[in-house]
């Protein structure tokens, strides 16, 4: 390549706007250079980091290491396409600050309150704990289901939390007493599979929960007077999974192989979404993240949390903002994994066709996420590996492996930059995902870690499995 050949060029949006005029470039211009540039293109009130890609190729040094200057046409204008990335960074957990013990059966779920301020495990003990984030040791220990606790969910205000169990009740608990709100919802056949909230910015009460049973119906609840709404039956076998959407749709997945869209206020079935060749396990939404931690914005974390001091009006009106935001001018996205080995990616506001089919697993797919800022969705199998897709197009990007045994669950720090899986073999890996390997590997259960849990405050991890202990790591 001559030194100082010039190229024309255009900044263009990850939706495909153009960003000002095309320009005059010299090829060997740096990543930084080209940050210094969008800014001043586009005028944000402070800088915003960002990342550049040429036909989805990333610019890491110049731009001339991944244009070939010949092929390329003086009289055409290249594409620069630029990604807006976190301002926060969350930096990599390295250590654990302790191990707490307490449940005496298996701990089968962790879960971080919205900002992160509470923690809650679910066990095969029979109940659900609270544990201090700030002192790391237990807080409640909430006693009232009969058989274990398989489910645990946080509603997206953070002052309630839902529980589930194997002898088919749900419970909801007050983080602040530890006693149990309201009475035991009872009304399913068999045991509780999944709990879903109603998004903050749809309901500033955060009064209805949907909860799916092993006896293949959806049951939605008015925790407030603790009495069942609606039951919606139309699966044909055990309902695994369920997520409510951001524009007021319930997506639930079955054993019976499909995806049922229905229509949360009234109950209406809207579409039936079909692809898979066995059970589906697993969903996630695109706006996942940004509905679970409601209007806390992880942005602006402290270390120390700050009391709330707004209504239920204006936290659920700054969740909206967030929820828009974060989704964009596009519908959401869905996607689900499955037995079948293989993921699917939806639109399923729009149609019940898929937009993508993901294979490369070599096992069931047990867990997957979208990560906090929705470009980037990660699986986690029982192939051992982690694999990292487009979360718009669905294109496969790269598998981690690292892990000796069987992957549950991964989680996603807020920034979108690294991620954490835990595995049947004990161990908690926490990946970089612009460098693509492993950036921290950490051993220090005894057995099988079935659960994990980010902070969305980015403070810390949360892990639990077959050992029966709690633990937690920080960086």
């Known amino acids: 390549m001559e030194e100082g050949q010039r190229i024309l060029a255009q900044f263009v949006s990850e939706t495909g706007e153009t960003t000002g005029t095309p320009f005059d470039l010299p090829v060997d211009v740096t990543a930084e250079k080209l940050q210094m540039i969008c800014n001043a293109l586009i005028k944000k009130e402070e800088t915003v980091p960002y990342s550049f890609f040429v036909d989805d190729t990333e610019i890491t040094q110049t731009l001339g290491d991944i244009i070939d200057a010949e092929s390329q046409e003086t009289e055409k204008v290249l594409q620069i396409v630029y990604q807006p990335q976190a301002?926060?960074?969350v930096r990599a957990v390295t250590r654990c600050t302790s191990s707490i013990e307490g449940h005496a059966e298996a701990v089968i779920s962790v879960a971080f309150s919205p900002d992160g301020r509470y923690l809650a495990s679910g066990s095969g003990d029979t109940t659900v704990r609270f544990w201090d984030v700030y002192t790391e040791t237990p807080h409640f220990t909430c006693k009232g289901h009969k058989h274990w606790v398989l489910f645990i969910a946080w509603s997206p205000d953070g002052r309630k939390l839902a529980s589930g169990c194997k002898s088919s009740q749900v419970l909801i608990w007050d983080p602040q007493t530890g006693k149990q709100i309201g009475h035991t919802l009872t009304g399913h056949k068999q045991w509780i599979?999944?709990?879903?909230?109603?998004?903050?910015?749809?309901?500033?009460?955060?009064?209805?929960?949907?909860?799916?049973?092993k006896d293949g119906t959806i049951r939605i609840w008015d925790v407030a007077v603790g009495k069942c709404e609606k039951i919606l039956s139309g699966h044909?076998?055990?309902?695994?999974c369920i997520k409510w959407g951001g524009t007021g749709l319930l997506y639930t997945a079955s054993q019976d192989r499909t995806i049922k869209v229905w229509r949360a206020d009234d109950g209406v079935l809207c579409r039936t979404l079909q692809g898979h060749g066995h059970w589906v396990n697993t969903m996630a939404l695109s706006t996942d993240y940004v509905m679970r931690t409601g209007?806390?914005?992880?942005?602006?974390?402290?270390?120390v949390h700050k009391e709330i001091k707004e209504s239920a009006e204006e936290l659920s009106k700054k969740a909206l903002e967030r929820y828009n935001s974060v989704k964009g001018s596009e519908p959401e996205r869905l996607v689900s994994g499955s037995d079948d080995f293989t993921l699917f990616l939806w639109q399923p506001e729009k149609e019940k066709k898929s937009t993508a089919r993901?294979?490369?697993?070599?096992?069931?797919?047990?867990?997957?996420?979208?990560?906090?800022?929705?470009?980037l969705i990660a699986s986690a199998s029982f192939d051992k590996s982690v694999k990292l897709w487009d979360g718009r197009t669905g294109k496969y990007i790269t598998s981690y492996r690292g892990h000796v045994n069987r992957v549950y669950q991964v989680a996603w720090s807020a920034d979108s930059r690294l991620l954490c899986s835990?595995?049947?073999?004990?161990?908690?890996?926490?990946?970089?995902?612009?460098?693509?390997?492993i950036a921290v590997d950490l051993p220090g259960h005894a057995d099988e870690v079935?659960?994990?849990?980010?902070?969305?405050?980015?403070?810390?991890?949360?892990?639990?499995?077959?050992?029966?202990?709690?633990?937690?790591?920080?960086?």
């Open 236 to 240: 044909l076998q055990s309902v695994t």
């Open 87 to 89: 301002v926060f960074r």
């Open 422 to 437: 835990g595995s049947s073999d004990s161990t908690l890996k926490v990946w970089d995902v612009k460098l693509g390997k």
């Open 450 to 475: 079935y659960a994990v849990d980010w902070s969305p405050d980015g403070q810390r991890v949360a892990s639990g499995g077959k050992d029966k202990v709690l633990k937690i790591w920080r960086k």
């Open 193 to 213: 599979t999944w709990l879903a909230w109603e998004p903050f910015h749809l309901n500033a009460e955060c009064r209805r929960l949907a909860s799916a049973s």
């Open 358 to 375: 993901m294979t490369g697993h070599m096992q069931l797919i047990n867990e997957v996420m979208f990560s906090p800022d929705t470009r």
């Open 295 to 303: 209007a806390f914005d992880p942005t602006h974390a402290a270390v």
